[in-house]
């Protein structure tokens, strides 16, 4: 046993340098994405003043590649290239109707508010107030029948416009009366128009006939029976335009004007009562 010759013990390996591609290609100082060497001071660049008018353009450092830049293995590196480029600034000039434009909206816009400041004033110093219409008397001449479903009939109405308005002249157009009864209309009269000053009433007088109007039966006989009972309702509507000047304003409405009248049968066909509204219509 002891004659068996001893093996002799292998070494381990020995350790390569720490020199791989990986150590080269990557160390800090030489990666390729860094763009300029490390340096231990930065000397300041001097700047240049610029005028107002001039844009400064730095150009790109991956645009240009400087032939002395350091190679590693093959690869370059890019250093940053601090060259800048002054360019003239393009002043872009407002074009003088666009100026004109504006000028005109501005005045416009003045005058607008002043005129509307103006109506105002003058609408609280005034303070409009809707005309009354109403009725002063009426008179039922005739009532006769010329068949069962046919009548005639013959009415005098006096007819009174007040202007309430203490600063405001009106004038009133296409006025149109009518005579209803049972809300069926049996008469209708128009009025010529006419100006009413500040303060002032103006009585119309008007004449309405009813000739060969048909009413449906029950109409009649009621009119019979209220002729009978001396008691006869009508209702009278109109219808007008008011016109009225506010200074240098000029501006209309409609009224609806309405009348319950009562009167007695004919001959004398007297007012007994009369009940009449105006609002705008």
Do not use: A, F, M, V
């Given at each position: 046993m002891s004659n068996?010759?001893?093996?002799?013990?292998?070494?381990?390996?020995?350790?390569p340098?720490?020199?791989t591609p990986s150590s080269r290609w990557f160390s800090p100082i030489s990666t390729p994405w860094r763009t300029t060497p490390r340096t231990r001071q930065s000397t300041p660049t001097p700047t240049t003043p610029t005028a107002l008018t001039e844009v400064i353009v730095s150009k790109s450092p991956l645009s240009h590649k400087s032939p002395t830049t350091p190679s590693h293995d093959g690869i370059e590196s890019e250093r940053l290239n601090d060259t800048m480029v002054l360019l003239p600034l393009r002043i872009n000039r407002t074009n003088p109707w666009v100026w004109c434009g504006a000028a005109l909206c501005f005045i416009f816009s003045i005058l607008l508010i002043i005129f509307g400041i103006a109506t105002l004033v003058l609408f609280l110093a005034l303070r409009p107030r809707t005309p009354v219409f109403d009725i002063s008397n009426a008179k039922l001449n005739t009532i006769y029948f010329e068949s069962p479903v046919y009548f005639n009939g013959d009415m005098l109405l006096l007819l009174n416009f007040t202007n309430p308005n203490k600063k405001l002249g009106v004038r009133f157009d296409q006025l149109t009366v009518e005579l209803w009864f049972s809300d069926k209309k049996i008469a209708t009269q128009g009025v010529l128009p006419f100006k009413q000053g500040n303060g002032k009433t103006r009585l119309e007088p008007i004449r309405l006939i009813s000739n060969l109007v048909f009413l449906p039966v029950n109409h009649l006989v009621e009119l019979r029976r209220q002729l009978i009972n001396n008691q006869i309702n009508y209702e009278i509507r109109s219808l007008f335009r008011v016109r009225a000047v506010l200074g240098i304003i000029h501006y209309s409405y409609w009224l609806h004007g309405s009348c319950q009248l009562q009167l007695a049968s004919p001959p004398t066909?007297?007012?007994?009562?009369?009940?009449c509204t105006t609002k705008k219509w």
């Open positions: 068996l010759p001893t093996t002799p013990q292998s070494q381990p390996p020995e350790t340098p720490w020199d066909g007297g007012l007994i009562s009369r009940n």
